[in-house]
């Protein structure tokens, strides 16, 4: 993730709230269908438990074969899928984005047929990365996005300044840049991934044993997915309808958005997942122990990050993407989307950690449920906000895209809510503790006042300096206000 901050910030250079920033936001969205319905979290989910499971008996030669099963049907299924995506490209865009021109979307089309073989290989990198969790090894998968982004900057960068590239040929490049990336994080990953080859045979076989009870699972989670990326799909083709602009602008709002999440939400259900399959059998009240402490882990990184992002959001947007062609205007658009997506996120991430615990208990359909409630809520709420928001009557900051973050944030509560009700029936009470909530929040508060008082002291400077300034010092006043107020600074951070 923060080597897709650099990515993003390079991106914002060259490209700011263009119409060549509004293709390439919506061409990476489309083909992310395969990575989302196949992907990391799917796998995670009806993969992980069976797998770890058989790994916690010693049977290694299952596991092996389940192993093989799953990437023999990942392969074929992905891949299909990347190469029906190329053939109905031109379809898709026009139906999506029929009020763009027709330049934009041609180039669009481009775009979206360069990535859909990319999301392709990504599928089978995720299934790299869920072998390599299940046998603890968090930091090769985690690491090997890494190599995607660099490329991506290569790319640019090297168009740029070498081969004097305009826009258009630029954000071609770029295309080709994430494509070769992709190849290049499926690669890092293979040799680790062999060092656990016991059992590993490709195939599709139907008479792996685990494989019935991994697909039974795996259908409620890639039809909740399925939604997702229809509600997915929904926003972009609603923030299409708004000024140019609008849809790079939700894009790097969500970029802001989704870095908590990945490095406290989904790094902490990753690494508990795994855990939490093995104690499966054990009693409930261990389960809701280590529920509890997740939640709590994720509580006392995400709070702080809500509070920032939505008081002080402007100076994080200006210190990371104000350069080039991303001016102030597309600075405070973006802060008050990135706001409105604030109100959700400690809901957001603690729902990753509540559905691995689903997942660790069999239970895929009831998070698919609740995931299907949330969309709905969020589509509604979001579209009854968003032309009301972008009528405000300011000329040039129009904010019909925090319209469709205000409604992710409210289907993002409502999730979290159904989930810890749910979740008490199986396993018994659990959360985060009030008292723990109340400490991280009063942290966090003082910290973001501290925050604002030197923004309006310290002199006009460039934004990153100012970001420097302003960041660092909320940063530290919260870990230590969190550990006067009894934190233990050392556990939260800890895995």
């Known amino acids: 993730r923060l080597a897709g901050f650099i990515r993003d910030r390079v991106f914002a250079h060259y490209f700011g ?18 990575q989302n319905l196949l992907g990391e979290g799917t ?52 139906v999506l984005f029929f009020r763009w021109s027709p330049d934009k979307q041609a180039i669009t089309i481009t775009l979206v047929r360069i990535l859909f073989p990319m999301t392709g290989m990504l599928v089978i990198s995720a299934w790299a990365l869920t072998i390599l969790n299940s046998h603890r090894r968090f930091f090769i998968s985690y690491v090997a996005p890494v190599l995607w982004n660099v490329s991506m900057i290569a790319a640019m960068v090297g168009g740029f300044v070498y081969l004097d590239l305009g ?7 770029l295309g080709w840049g994430a494509l070769v990336g992709g190849a290049l994080q499926l690669m890092f990953q293979v040799p680790f991934v062999l060092k656990y080859r016991t059992g590993l045979r490709i195939s599709v076989g139907r008479h792996v044993e685990g494989l019935k009870e991994a697909i039974q699972n795996f259908i409620p989670v890639v039809t909740a997915r399925g939604v997702i990326n229809l509600s997915g799909w929904l926003d972009l083709f609603l923030a299409a309808l708004l000024v140019d602009g609008a849809v790079a602008v939700l894009g790097y709002a969500q970029t802001f958005y989704m870095l908590p999440i990945s490095l406290f939400g989904i790094s902490v259900a990753a690494s508990e997942l795994p855990e939490l399959s093995r104690m499966r059998v054990e009693a409930e009240q261990v389960l809701a122990s280590r529920v509890s402490t997740a939640l709590r882990r994720v509580s006392f990184f995400v709070i702080p990050s809500a509070a920032v992002y939505l008081v002080l959001g402007d100076v994080v947007v200006a210190a990371v993407f104000q350069t080039g062609a991303f001016g102030s205007v597309e600075t405070l658009v973006t802060w008050g989307v990135l706001g409105a997506y604030a109100i959700g996120l400690p809901a957001s991430a ?12 069999r239970d895929t359909k009831t998070p698919a449920k609740i995931a299907y409630i949330r969309i709905v809520v969020s589509i509604v709420i979001g ?13 040039q900051l129009r904010l019909g895209a925090a319209g469709l973050a205000l409604g992710a944030s409210a289907g993002a509560w409502l999730e979290y809510v159904l989930l810890r009700r749910s979740l ?6 659990h959360g985060p503790g009030s008292s723990a909530v109340l400490r991280v929040m009063l942290a966090a508060t003082l910290a973001v006042g501290s925050g604002v008082l030197l923004q309006l002291t310290l002199p006009a400077a460039h934004p990153i300096v100012l970001g420097v300034a302003t960041l660092i010092p909320t940063g530290l006043v919260y870990v230590a206000t969190a550990a006067f107020l009894g934190e233990k600074i050392s556990d939260r951070v800890r895995r």
Do not use: C, Q
């Open 167 to 173: 826009e258009r040929d630029l954000v071609v490049a």
């Open 17 to 34: 709230s263009s119409d060549f920033a509004d293709a390439w936001r919506a061409a990476l969205r489309l083909p992310n269908v395969i």
């Open 43 to 94: 796998l995670s989910a009806s993969l992980i438990p069976i797998y770890a499971e058989y790994l916690e008996k010693g049977e290694e030669e299952k596991a092996g074969h389940l192993a093989g099963a799953a990437l023999g049907i990942l392969t074929v299924v992905g891949g299909g899928l990347a190469l029906l995506g190329i053939l109905v490209a031109p379809l898709l865009v026009e």
């Open 383 to 395: 579209l009854s906000l968003m032309i009301p928001l972008d009528d405000l009557g300011f000329e």
């Open 350 to 361: 603690s729902s990753r950690v509540l559905s691995s615990a689903f997942y660790a208990l």
């Open 424 to 429: 008490r029936v199986m396993i018994g009470a």
